[in-house]
């Protein structure tokens, strides 16, 4: 008999999804100052920052640009504990235990710095070598602390952009980085159209869960659920058919238009020039190009 | 499969872009040419589908559960060059508003998981059902062999952009700055989980659904 946690863990799923979108409108309602920023500049400046955390080869410098996500997300009115929370969970901490054995001398060779265990002889399979000692080495711990610390800042910021905008003008954003219109389309009616999904599968679990005395074999269990995914399927189908006649109803004829207006201020050419020029000088004193 | 941001460094994530881009040109065109204006909310729902397709947790060995990335699927169903920009799609709203793979490695992820995974399963799907009924078991098997196949190119592809990093992507001093397993670790790693675990799970999903459909509603199966 198969166990009813694939049932959980899909409802699971779906509420996790639910949940971000909720969250990611409430804080996105806020007065704060990432809020305040035309998306347009900035989406560019997170993606320049992006950009930038890719290139910086230092751990101060990746502290630094870490440091400056915790102030914004303080000006922007995110809960920091909550903040801390969405963005250390999972990612970070899974790039943390995987690598750990990358600081030891096994993968990352270098000079020792704590001996954890000893063998009578260092051992060779192949590409793989054990040497005689296994050592957290200097080398490799600053190779797993600069990965880790760009893992983290590269998150922090992705987090803080979804948090501080609607998903719906993060699209129209994109229509400013010449992203083609027809995918910018696509990109915002799937965000709405995934929502009907969720909530047409979440209504077959729960109605399947309710009913469920006790579980089935694992293989009747597999049949239902490819039985679920051809049925969304076909209604996908059905849908787009739908979605599609009653745009044509409503004078569609092939243009996508857009109906956001952007309105940028002072500020946003500020932010944008105060972003650029301080992640110009972090990447420049880093090389050794200044000071 | 998602490979998260920091993961790949400038050279790798910037040449992955640039591989990706004419894949999603040249799928653009074939669609714009056969959809045109029904392109948008097709593609869109193509799209809302793959991202729920991984949702559907399946039981797999004592209590454990696994889910479908679903591109051999998608491009059973939709056609080859719907299923990239659908996918695509997918797993730009799963970079851009889910932190689910980094927003620098969406050229990589769509390549690893929309592009190989789609163009490769419905190629291999294609070869072996050949001109068999719609309704043969031949295509089940068909679907199964191309969605176990497409996974672990992809898991492969995952495996060599990572290993790559040690290797192309060091500091002036020599070590390692993303990361940090060559690839006689991370290829393995990798390869290894899906060739014996979510290759199977995706095989299974595949052909319990085109089994479904078979029966249900062959027409679907038309592409």
Redesign the interface.
């Given at each position: 008999m198969?166990?009813t946690?694939?049932l959980d863990?899909?409802l699971l799923?779906?509420t996790h999804?639910t949940e971000?979108?909720l969250f990611?409108e409430k804080f996105a309602n806020r007065r704060g100052f990432l809020q305040s920023l035309d998306i347009r500049f900035q989406l560019a400046t997170f993606?320049f920052i992006?950009?930038l955390?890719?290139?910086l080869?230092t751990p101060q410098s990746l502290w630094l640009v870490y440091g400056a996500s915790l102030l914004l997300a303080f000006f922007s009115r995110i809960p920091l504990r909550f903040f801390l929370m969405r963005v250390w969970l999972f990612?970070p901490i899974f790039?943390a235990a995987i690598?750990l054995p990358?600081i030891l001398n096994i993968?990352?060779p270098g000079d020792n710095l704590w001996v954890l265990v000893k063998f009578s002889h260092p051992h060779t399979w192949?590409?793989?070598h054990i040497p005689a000692e296994i050592a957290v080495t200097q080398?490799g711990l600053?190779?797993?602390v600069?990965?880790v610390s760009?893992?983290a800042?590269?998150?922090s910021y992705?987090?803080l952009f979804?948090m501080t905008h609607r998903?719906s003008d993060?699209f129209a954003g994109l229509r400013a980085l010449f992203v083609?219109r027809?995918?910018v389309?696509?990109?915002s009616?799937?965000?709405?159209?995934?929502f009907?999904?969720?909530r047409l599968?979440q209504d077959m679990y729960r109605a399947r869960k309710s009913r469920t005395i006790r579980p089935f074999p694992?293989s009747i269990?597999?049949?239902w659920?490819?039985?679920?995914?051809?049925i969304?399927?076909?209604k996908?189908?059905e849908?787009?058919e739908d979605?599609?006649k009653a745009?044509l109803s409503r004078g569609?004829?092939?243009e996508?238009r857009s109906i956001n207006r952007f309105h940028s201020r002072f500020v946003d050419y500020l932010w944008l020039a105060t972003v650029l020029m301080a992640g110009g000088i972090l990447l420049m004193s880093e090389r050794g190009i200044v000071w | 499969m998602h490979i998260p941001d920091g993961y790949l460094g400038p050279a790798t994530y910037a040449a992955m872009y640039a591989v990706t881009i004419p894949f999603w040109a040249v799928a653009s065109w074939k669609l714009n040419r056969t959809l045109k204006a029904k392109q948008a909310p097709y593609l869109a729902i193509g799209a809302a589908f793959a991202f729920v397709i991984m949702m559907f947790n399946i039981p797999i060995i004592g209590g454990t559960t696994g889910h479908a990335t679903g591109a051999t699927l998608i491009a059973i169903l939709l056609g080859p060059w719907a299923a990239v920009i659908a996918v695509s799609a997918a797993l730009i709203i799963q970079a851009l508003l889910f932190g689910d793979g980094g927003i620098t490695a969406i050229g990589a992820n769509c390549f690893n998981m929309a592009v190989v995974g789609a163009l490769v399963g419905y190629g291999v799907y294609r070869l072996i059902a050949a001109r068999s009924e719609i309704t043969s078991r031949r295509r089940v098997a068909a679907g199964a062999i191309a969605a176990y196949v497409s996974l672990n190119v992809s898991a492969l592809l995952t495996g060599i952009e990572l290993g790559l990093q040690p290797v192309f992507e060091r500091s002036t001093s020599g070590r390692p700055l993303y990361a940090p397993y060559p690839l006689s670790v991370a290829v393995p790693a990798l390869a290894l989980e899906h060739l014996l675990l979510f290759g199977i799970v995706e095989a299974a999903i595949t052909a319990l659904v085109i089994r479904y459909i078979q029966k249900n509603d062959p027409d679907m199966l038309k592409q």
């Open positions: 198969a166990s946690t694939f863990k899909t799923a779906i999804v971000q979108a990611s993606l992006l950009v955390i890719s290139f080869h990612v790039t690598v990358a993968v990352t192949g590409p793989y080398q600053w190779t797993g600069v990965f760009r893992v800042a590269s998150v992705a987090v979804t998903w993060i083609p027809v995918l389309m696509t990109l009616m799937t965000e709405r159209y995934l009907v999904f969720l599968i694992a269990e597999r049949s659920i490819a039985s679920r995914i051809g969304t399927f076909r996908s189908v849908m787009s979605v599609y745009m569609f004829h092939g996508f | -």
